[in-house]
Nanobody, 126 residues
């Protein structure tokens, strides 16, 4: 059983930066690969970035490459999403999620994740 709680969202201006945090329960956080997804109103929940159990491998959707950085601190049971140069189209609810393994072939698929947080709102004004 894993519980995930996102934080760090808010209202920012275009070009600003935000770092989201996702705190996980338990002492076996490193057993899970982690991912970030986002969902804008009326749209599907889409993959943003994924990270392997010890942070050695990362995978980003195209829009996130060069702007977003996923990282983790297993001692703190926390995964982060650093977002730079934010754009209005980044406005969404951002969710973190956990899965038992990392596989770059399917890390972007929602149905491979077993646990989900409740999300944190990110709003970027133009």
């Amino acid at each position: 059983q894993v519980q995930l709680v996102e934080s760090g969202g808010g209202l920012v201006q275009a070009g600003d930066a935000l770092t989201l945090s996702c705190a996980a329960s338990g002492r076996t956080f490193s057993n899970f690969a982690m991912g970030w997804f986002r969902q804008a109103p009326g749209k599907e929940r889409n993959f943003v970035a994924g990270i392997s159990q010890f942070g050695g491998h990362t995978y980003y959707f195209d829009f996130a490459k060069g702007r977003f950085t996923i990282s983790r601190d297993n001692a703190k049971n926390t995964v982060y999403l650093q977002m730079n140069s934010l754009r209005p189209e980044d406005t969404a609810v951002y969710y973190c999620a956990a899965r038992p393994t990392y596989d770059s072939r399917n890390i972007f698929l929602r149905n491979t994740y077993d646990y989900w947080g409740q999300g944190t709102q990110v709003t970027v004004s133009s």
